[in-house]
């Protein structure tokens, strides 16, 4: 449902999400880079990292890291990001920025998984620092629609047993009791971030109906 962004739209709005994410980073306090985050374990500098490492890595260093890893995907995703994070906060941001323009995948992936990446960790930095950060609705309905079909990469969030509908988009997936809210916050909570799509909309003054019990 809706109109699927054309290849070169997509990766615009990755290069705007990167740049504007970049000008954040840019302006924090040393004791911000070390705010924790709701994703997982990570502060703010491990998924400032997190998002400058599929654009830059080789074929060859993935193989490495998941060697190191023994086999296990999101070890190594946590892993290599926490390790990249030891690095100072001005070479992080220096990555990211010199991930703009780039068209580099992670192995198994599809132009809509950075996409998903700098939307969904793009909130969690903002989230963590008490910051509104918007979020292209157009983007964010692509973005759902990845996590909702997701197979490979396996999808390592449940999705909800629920009707999903989005209120300022064309978009409703699912079935069962029925979610309202933004497709930011629909997003988030697709990505296993349920406190924060309500924290989300509580901050942008959009309501939120419902809650979800994943499946």
Known sequence: MGVTLETDQLWQVVDDERTSLADLLESLSPEEWETPTRCGDWRVRDVAAHLTIAARCTYGQVVR????????WNRMIHDSAVREAGQPVAEITANLRSTIGSRRLAPTTSPREPLIDILVHGQDVALALGRTREMPPAAARDAADRVWTMRLPPR????????????DIEWTRGEGEEIGGPIAALLLLLTGRPEAAREWCERAGEPWTGVATPR
């Open 65 to 72: 890291e998941m060697a190191r890893a023994r086999g296990n």
């Open 156 to 167: 390592p969030w449940p999705l909800p047993k629920a009707r999903l509908v989005a209120t």
